[in-house]
């Protein structure tokens, strides 16, 4: 058996965030056209080394029916117009927008980037129309320092789960 801790992190005021700066040649790109296959392919791809197991058996139409959710905000995190990530952002009950998936492809980690990345993500978080509330969770599973990346950013702990999970 596998113990997995699960931290559950928010940001409730806009003013808490401490970006870090983007380096020349970052830009955080808007997806403004869903494509199911865009949103699946970085799923793989950022989540193969972390575990990311929920969406592996989803349908194409499952992928469809989620890319197209008028709440769901995807963007990619580019260098010099190369993908190095993606995030997804979706706007919930209560004003609060989660960041469902947020990650690097394998070629981007360790160089930097999930700081500015990360901020970049949170900065449109806050834009969209409402929010009062940024939230996410990350586990033990996760890259090693997703959670202080998420907490030097300035997410707040507000609750943890310890699970154990059956090896497969």
Not at 47 to 66: I, N, T, V
Not at 75 to 80: D, E, S, T
Request: charged fraction near 25%; charge should be negative.
């Amino acid at each position: 058996m596998n113990m997995v801790t699960t931290y559950h992190l928010e940001m409730l005021d806009r003013n808490d965030l401490r970006p870090k700066p983007a380096p020349p040649g970052f830009d955080l790109v808007h997806v403004d056209s869903p494509t199911p296959t865009l949103n699946q392919n970085f799923y793989h791809k950022v989540g193969a080394d972390w575990q990311w197991s929920g969406r592996l058996k989803w349908s194409a139409d499952k992928w469809s029916e989620h890319v197209n959710s008028s709440r769901l905000h995807t963007f990619v995190g580019q260098m010099n117009g190369q993908p190095i990530g993606y995030v997804e952002l979706e706007q919930q009950v209560e004003n609060s927008v989660e960041i469902l998936y947020f990650g690097l492809l394998p070629d981007a980690i360790g160089k930097g980037l999930g700081g500015a990345f990360l901020s970049g993500v949170v900065e449109q978080a806050w834009r969209l129309p409402g929010t009062r509330r940024v939230w996410l969770h990350t586990c033990t599973d996760d890259h090693p320092h997703a959670l202080d990346n998420y907490k030097a950013r300035g997410f707040k702990l507000f609750k943890t789960e310890r699970k154990q999970l059956e090896d497969t």
